[in-house]
């Protein structure tokens, strides 16, 4: 049997609960609504957008950074590969080489399309940007010469591998 003098505590508890559950799906949508404003206001609009997400090794193993170093992924249109590095989505990758590209929010992709990639491993020097020299000695981070070109469509794909052969 439960006891009586805990019930008014039980039922503040769950009244706390529920306004933090309404409180926090509130905030999404007023984010959603600030972000859709935004793009609104630079005269742009929402497109849809598709996981893209995977994994790099380097000649077959997760990839040996020390300090700062960094496996930078770019996407570009396999269209318009003179685009600038810094106008490509890019994605760093955790130490164990795995990246996902976000768009709008944490994970959701990147609109669908025909991309090249290209792979480098730079130092983050923080406000400075990302310096080389290219840890993969240069091997990787030329559009026109990139051997990794995907379809990215509708769905989206999670589960890429990129073998990047340096030995």
């Keep these: 049997m439960r006891d009586a003098r805990f019930a008014p505590a039980r039922k503040l508890c769950l009244a706390c609960l529920l306004t933090a ?29 598709f996981p893209l997400a995977g994994k790099v090794t380097i000649d077959g193993k997760a990839p040996q950074l020390i300090r700062r170093q960094k496996i930078i992924v770019t996407l570009y249109d396999a269209a318009n590969k003179t685009q600038r590095p810094l106008e490509c989505p890019f994605v760093e990758c955790n ?29 983050d020097r923080g406000k400075r940007g990302y310096l080389g020299p290219d840890g993969l000695k240069n091997l990787y981070n030329d559009p026109d010469k990139s051997e990794f070109a995907i379809a990215h469509a509708k769905g989206g794909r999670t589960d890429y591998v990129f073998d990047l052969k340096v030995e």
């Design 21 to 49: 559950l309404v409180a926090g799906c509130a905030r999404r949508q007023t984010a959603d609504q600030a972000l859709d404003a935004d793009l609104a206001q630079q005269g742009k609009s929402r497109v849809a957008v």
């Design 95 to 123: 130490a164990e080489g795995e990246f996902t590209f976000r768009t709008y929010g944490d994970r959701d992709g990147v609109p669908p399309g025909n991309y090249v990639l290209t792979f480098a491993q730079l130092v």
